[in-house]
């Protein structure tokens, strides 16, 4: 297997990194954290690491300094679990999951995953089975239903599930073959524009203008990141969009926070005039559903030319299932995680993996696209799309191999956790969360602003230095 050094050298030169930053980065720490088959602490060390020489690529455009930089493997994966150690006012997180999500089993004696945290999916999935939403009602309907059909039914409805597949099962679908075919990132130009001057600033990203119109996790774990080194992040949200409070709070350190309409006219137009006024715009939302409003890449680039646009799916952007919604723990149990690991542990029946790792590893990947897209801006010009999706980066994570005694290893907790909390002032009371895990030696990564509750600010950019 290649040690974690060497997949971040492959990494960072397939999105055009100088392959001599690497001589800067020092990895410490060693597998495995957490009980996986999978390499999960690694793939955590790598896609921060690479995000963190994103922005030290961009300090060294932006001052001419070089820097050091360390990340640690236990810190790094802690960090992709950062919503479990999260306390307030000394408070741990309340269930992660609905009443009746989770693992059922079909009459063909399939096992299928339900995803029912938004009160629309769990409409959506009880409609479909005609039951009411308690889990020995879902479980008696899902008897009169096989799994695939269950699966293409419940999407079509407008709900979100997942069958669940070995790696081979998955491997032979026309979908898994697409996706085979597309990189981890993708990073393209989309139109033509002069190369935009870097705004003044002491931090690597300082004055840069972030939209982030995402929720969960892999989206706000993005404009997090670019948070940490420095960026003016406004999260976009509505008032009737359904959230969850608990990654709301900790996605939500270093960004402003605003309600934006997108479905009435005023809204579009507020939105337009902050785009106009962008760097870059991070969204996750359904593909297709920012292009219905008018904001699709190419809206984009019309409306500001020079603009950096992230786009996050499920599935990644090519195949029969391109436009199919998803969570990380669908895409787990779709593409064969849940089986692998399942068979790896010796037990029957599904098992997660240790973390949402597809979520935060994607969300770490946004933010490294974005900045390598937004140097490739600052030198040639051009207006840009970087595209990632779950499936893509549970390709890339299961290529990674995999370990015979993962799951030896201890779960992390208590005093092995300890030394990487903070403890900082927010909207919602003082938190105890988990550090940003990259250390730099010139432009320290921190959060400069608190968590705050959605909509707490106005839909406006703070001014410029």
Request: aromatic residues 8%; charged residues 20%; neutral net charge.
């Amino acid at each position: 297997m290649q040690t974690p050094r060497e997949i971040l050298a492959g990494l960072w030169t397939s999105a055009g990194g100088d392959p001599g930053a690497l001589e800067a980065v020092t990895l410490t720490g060693e597998e495995p954290q957490l009980p996986s088959s999978f390499r999960v602490a690694a793939a955590a060390q790598i896609v921060i690491a690479a995000a963190a020489m994103a922005a030290a690529q961009i300090w060294r455009l932006r001052s001419g300094q070089s820097q050091q930089i360390a990340v640690d493997m236990r810190h790094a994966v802690i960090e992709c679990r950062s919503e479990r150690y999260l306390r307030v006012d000394g408070k741990p997180p309340p269930p992660a999951w609905d009443a009746i999500a989770g693992i059922y089993n079909t009459r063909d004696q399939r096992f299928v995953r339900l995803h029912t945290n938004f009160p629309h999916h769990r409409a959506a999935v009880c409609n479909v089975l005609n039951c009411k939403p308690e889990r020995e009602n879902v479980q008696a309907a899902l008897m009169q239903w096989d799994g695939e059909a269950f699966e293409t039914t419940a999407y079509a409805a407008g709900g979100v599930v997942a069958m669940m597949r070995s790696h081979e099962e998955w491997s032979d679908l026309p979908h898994a073959k697409a996706v085979a075919t597309l990189p981890t990132i993708s990073i393209e130009k989309i139109g033509e524009a002069a190369p935009k001057p870097w705004p003044a600033g002491n931090r690597p990203l300082a004055g840069l203008r972030v939209l982030d119109l995402s929720r969960v996790i892999a989206g706000p774990v993005a404009g997090r990141t670019l948070a940490v080194h420095g960026a003016d992040v406004l999260l976009i949200s509505g008032p009737e969009l359904p959230a969850i409070p608990w990654l709301t709070i900790d996605t939500g350190r270093g960004k402003l926070s605003s309600f934006v309409e997108l479905k009435t006219d005023q809204g579009r137009g507020v939105l337009r005039e902050l785009l106009a006024q962008a760097d870059i715009l991070s969204q996750g939302y359904r593909p297709r559903a920012l292009e219905a409003l008018g904001f699709s890449p190419q809206d984009a680039a019309r409306i500001n030319p020079g603009i950096i646009y992230v786009s996050l799916s499920a599935y990644g952007h090519a195949g029969p299932w391109a436009e199919r919604r998803g969570f990380d723990s669908l895409v787990q149990t779709a593409t064969g995680f849940n089986h692998a690991e399942g068979q790896a542990a010796g037990v029957e029946g599904p098992k997660e993996l240790p973390a949402q790792m597809l979520d935060h590893a994607t969300g770490y990947l946004m933010a490294f696209g974005a900045m390598m897209a937004k140097a490739r801006q600052s030198r040639e010009g051009g207006s840009w799309h970087v595209r990632v999706s779950l499936a893509q980066t549970g390709s890339w994570l299961w290529n990674l191999g995999r370990m015979a005694d993962g799951f030896k290893a201890e779960d992390l907790k208590g005093d092995a956790v300890s030394p990487f909390v903070e403890e900082v002032a927010s909207g919602f009371g003082s938190l105890r969360a988990i550090r940003h895990s990259a250390v730099l030696s010139k432009t320290p990564a921190f959060w400069s602003r608190p968590a705050m509750p959605l909509g707490s600010h106005p839909p406006q950019w703070p001014a410029r230095d």
